[in-house]
């Protein structure tokens, strides 16, 4: 198994393909998904649950991930999914807000 404080991923999935990923670590976070359906994403072989992106999964402490199945379950289109696993919190300062505010 690989041990990493923090690994990115990015993956095409065709159509139903299934990613299986082996590694040990207690975050996932999905950044993005090129599509409008979720990814269905299994973890240590658990039902199949549909993970948006912006959205983190935390293991309780001292607990871990040991693999992942992501699944694209769109019937005609390709998936491009970025995600990354991690031993700690991943911050996100990517939100940029622009405009007016008014009292």
């Known amino acids: 198994m690989n041990k990493s404080a923090y ?5 095409t999935l065709t159509p139903g393909k299934v990613l299986n990923i082996s590694s040990y670590a207690r975050y996932l976070t999905v950044l993005n998904n ?3 359906i979720n990814a269905k994403i299994s973890i240590n072989g658990d039902a199949e649950e549909e993970l948006p992106s ?4 935390e293991l309780p402490e001292k607990e871990n991930f040991e693999y992942l199945d992501i699944r694209n379950p769109h019937a005609t289109d390709n ?3 970025e995600f ?3 031993s700690g ?3 996100d300062n ?3 807000l622009a405009g007016s505010i008014f009292n």
Not at 7 to 11: D, I, L, N, T, V
Not at 54 to 57: H, N, P, Q
């Open 7 to 11: 690994r990115f991923y990015r993956a």
């Open 34 to 36: 090129d599509l409008t």
């Open 54 to 57: 912006g959205l983190s999964v």
């Open 79 to 81: 998936m491009t999914i």
């Open 84 to 86: 990354s696993l991690s």
């Open 89 to 91: 919190r991943i911050i």
């Open 94 to 96: 990517r939100l940029i």
